[in-house]
């Protein structure tokens, strides 16, 4: 026993299974001079952008401010260590700040403890998921209903925004009362934040543009023509941090000056997080949670989020691999989320993956290894160990634009007139995930969008296509494989053929398009069989593949017969055929 532990161990330690699982190794002994520098100011990049994203996103997932920046840094350490793509950077995103807030919402204000739990399940779930490589699962999400459940998300975040922006007060969470209400409170609309929001958000979006400018490449550009567009690159980059602390310091004098118009942030923490095991229980005041009704609360949360951050993750890990000529393990990247998130919540993080926009920024900025992460990551906690007490002077209109001006983009009715050109059925689905979404909430609308996807998928199996090819002999072509959701419909529309005009005829049965057949087809076939012996008619089955041929003569048929061809069948039917000729008749009785 000792020896066979031994022999196991040695087969999987191996070097190229330790650098598979810790991919440090495999770029830390070649890294250079060059790809330190590439990755700190990529590093630093990142985390101009993600400390106001980190802030805001916090709001979003009904938190106070300085989870978000708890959720920021310890994904990026972890990252370096096991993550395969040098340009994804891991932390709280609007999709997951959004999911946060529908599963683990505290019933006590400020209370994070449901989504640190949250966080923590949701690692440990990616983290087994990687472990047993069940990744694939989240094929089953659509592209029409991952689409319509990040638009439905976008648009619920970016209203949800409005009565921050608005400075309006007690707003509820849902999303049609949030409606109702916001309109309807229209009037008390602090104009000063009115004017902030409008403001910022016309800036963000000048900014962006200014980051997205596409320059004319040529080889004559002087230095300083080149350090002026890298100058106007990283300004437009920097734009969500500009704005919150160019908003931060108009605020912090008008305070000065006895001043107080703009709504402001909540108190934040100040210094950085303690490391300790998640609670597994809440009490505070007259609220109190067990364990068992903890979980109750997070619900399917326990699933759709390590899915939902599964799906980021791997979308922007293979868009920018692609991009950028190399390739990423996707299971190494689901375990890397996993232990991000682990480890997190040990921090009070909220569930971290992808952020696309991050990512892009990284990307752009000349990242060459992971190692970018770990200035980001330093920079973060710089920035929770000094400037917390400056964070209540960030104005709540200017995180709302922040967050408006990231989200809007996630916004596809592109997608729509898409469906609506190429193929109108997968409108279905979209549309099923973007109502619901709505009306029952997030979580419902890709469940059902989900649901409706899978049924149009089993469908064709279930109501395959018949084709009618004779009329003399009934001839059946089906049109994709015999298995058991469709099993009945065939054997029945093959009785109702064969006894079609009150006569019993014999059947061919074209297996041309059937690639696999189940238990439950082989049963389906034995009682049809059996159905056409006691009429006194064959029943064949033509063009058979052989695997699906060696797994019917394995079924041991007494009544059915097989044939390379249609004709042959016929031929065969009518007595015509000779007994040495291309039909291969595996009758075993």
């Not at 990040?150 to 922006?165: D, N, R």
């Amino acid at each position: 026993m000792h020896q066979q532990c031994r022999q196991c161990c040695s087969k999987t330690c191996t070097a190229s299974n330790v650098r598979k699982k810790l991919p440090i190794l495999t770029w830390l002994p070649k890294y250079s001079v060059g790809a330190l520098q590439g990755d700190i100011i990529a590093g630093l990049t990142v985390a101009l952008t993600v400390i106001p994203q980190g802030l805001a996103y916090a709001s979003v997932a009904q938190l106070p401010p300085q989870y978000g920046l708890y959720s920021a840094f310890m994904g990026c350490f972890v990252y370096c260590v096991l993550g395969t793509a040098k340009d994804i950077t891991l932390g709280p995103t609007a999709i997951m700040s959004l999911m946060t807030a529908t599963f683990a919402t505290s019933p006590v204000t400020g209370d994070a403890t449901l989504a640190v739990v949250l966080t923590l399940m949701c690692g440990i779930v990616q983290f087994v998921m990687a472990i047993l490589h069940v990744g694939f699962l989240v094929d089953f999400i659509s592209v029409p209903v991952m689409s319509s459940f990040v638009t439905s998300a976008a648009i619920t975040i970016a209203f949800g925004q409005v009565p921050k922006w608005l400075g309006l007060k007690d707003i509820p969470r849902a999303f049609f009362p949030k409606v109702y209400w916001t309109c309807k409170k229209l009037p008390e609309t602090n104009v000063w934040d009115l004017l902030l929001g409008l403001v910022s958000l016309v800036i963000l979006f000048t900014l962006r543009r200014l980051q997205n400018v596409k320059w004319r490449q040529t080889d004559d550009l002087t230095l300083g023509q080149k350090i002026s567009r890298k100058i106007l690159w990283v300004v437009g980059t920097s734009r969500n941090a500009i704005v919150v602390v160019t908003a931060s310091g108009v605020a912090a004098i008008l305070i000065s000056q006895d001043v107080d118009v703009f709504s402001q942030t909540t108190h934040v923490q100040p210094g950085l997080p303690s490391f300790s095991l998640p609670k597994f229980s809440l009490h505070s005041g007259n609220v109190t949670l067990s364990t068992h009704q903890l979980f109750q609360e997070l619900g399917f949360g326990l699933a759709v989020v390590p899915l939902i951050g599964l799906i980021e993750t791997i979308a922007i890990g293979k868009a920018f691999a692609r991009k950028n000529n190399y390739e990423i393990d996707a299971n190494q990247e689901l375990l890397a989320i996993g232990a991000a998130n682990i480890v997190g919540s040990f921090i009070g993080s909220y569930p971290v993956t992808g952020s696309f926009s991050r990512t892009a920024v990284n990307s752009e900025s000349g990242v060459r290894t992971p190692a970018g992460g770990l200035f980001t990551g330093a920079v973060i906690i710089l920035a929770l160990a000094v400037l917390t007490p400056l964070f209540p002077y960030i104005p709540t209109a200017a995180l709302a634009a922040v967050i408006i001006a990231a989200v809007i983009n996630m916004v596809h009715f592109r997608m729509v007139i898409y469906l609506w050109k190429r193929k109108k059925v997968d409108l279905v689905p979209w549309t099923v995930t973007f109502v619901f979404s709505f009306v029952l909430g997030i979580e419902y609308g890709i469940l059902l969008g989900v649901g409706i996807s899978l049924f149009l998928l089993l469908y064709p199996w279930a109501r395959p296509k018949v084709k009618i090819k004779h009329q003399e002999v009934a001839v059946i072509q089906l049109s994709n494989g015999l298995l058991f959701p469709g099993v009945q419909y065939v054997t029945e529309r093959v009785n109702r053929q064969a006894l079609a005009d009150g006569i019993a005829k014999s059947a061919v049965v074209d297996f041309s398009h059937v690639t696999d057949v189940d238990s439950s087809a082989l049963q389906g076939l034995k009682q049809l069989s059996e159905d056409f012996a006691k009429r006194d008619t064959m029943l064949v089955l033509s063009n058979v593949d052989p695997e699906v041929l060696d797994v019917l003569n394995k079924a041991n048929f007494s009544h059915i017969k097989y044939c390379k061809t249609n004709e042959d069948a016929i031929q065969l039917i009518y007595g015509k055929l000779p007994p040495v000729h291309t039909c291969l008749v595996h009758s075993t009785k």
